[in-house]
């Protein structure tokens, strides 16, 4: 199983980046697919997860800003960040567990900044 995030990039507060995970060797709606982010100094924290049966939840710092969706045409999991915020720069990991085991992104750097 391999994930490849991409996507990344300097953004101005309150503009729009869509993060892409390339998700290879499993079936993509067979598992819980989710992103992390760790920003410099603090946890790695999870921001949005898919179930296998299309169930989303958010971090509440993200509700209404971000979603999180799956694309089986080209086996991804995109996050689309919209009304981005200085507090959202961080490094932006995809995820996901399958038999116990966990699977990561190579993580792509997200910077909100003016």
């Known amino acids: 199983v391999q994930l490849q995030a991409s996507g990344g990039g300097l953004v101005q507060p309150g503009g729009s980046q869509r993060l892409s995970c390339v998700v290879s060797?499993?079936?993509?709606?067979?598992?819980?697919m989710d992103w992390y982010r760790q920003a410099p100094g603090k946890q790695r924290e999870l921001v949005a997860l898919?179930?296998?049966?299309?169930?989303?939840k958010y971090a509440d710092s993200v509700k209404g800003r971000f979603t999180i969706s799956q694309d089986s045409g080209r086996n991804t999991v995109d996050l689309q960040m919209n009304g981005l915020k200085p507090e959202d720069t961080a490094v932006y990991y995809c995820?996901?567990?399958?038999?116990?085991?966990?699977?990561w992104g190579q993580g792509t750097q997200v910077t909100v900044s003016s």
């Open positions: 995820h996901t567990i399958i038999l116990n085991n966990h699977y």
């Open positions: 898919i179930s296998s049966g299309g169930t989303l």
């Open positions: 060797g499993t079936i993509l709606r067979a598992h819980v």
